[in-house]
């Protein structure tokens, strides 16, 4: 069993950054991958990003050169470092990892992207 854990979220201006942060309940070690998703309203949840042990890293087409996954063994949190956001940004952000065979998702945070 994995509990994850999103915080970072929030109202952030076009053109600005935001870094989330995703806490698991136990070591991240042995949880691959694990990665990012988003589901904006009205459509379906779509991956963002996804990292693996050995730092392979996946990217959504639309967030390349601007978002940045990565992934701190030691204190289990996976990071998603948001870098020139717009508002089709604007999603709830969910974190998501995979041990055992099993899938695991957070709670969602919200990113919202407006003037």
């Known amino acids: 069993q994995v509990q994850l854990v999103e915080s970072g979220g929030g109202l952030v201006q076009p053109g600005g950054s935001l870094r989330l942060s995703c806490v698991a309940s136990?070591?991240?070690?042995?949880?691959?991958?694990m990665g990012w998703y988003r589901q904006a309203p009205g459509k379906q949840r779509e991956l963002v990003a996804s990292?693996?042990?050995?730092?392979?890293?996946n990217y959504a087409d639309s967030v390349k050169g601007r978002f940045t996954i990565s992934r701190e063994n030691a204190k289990d949190t996976v990071y998603l470092q948001m870098n020139s956001l717009s508002p089709d940004d604007t999603a709830v952000y969910y974190c998501y990892g995979r041990f055992r065979q099993d899938d695991y998702w957070g709670q969602g945070t919200q990113v919202t992207v407006s003037s």
């Open positions: 136990r070591s991240i070690f042995n949880i691959n991958p």
């Open positions: 990292i693996a042990n050995g730092a392979f890293t």
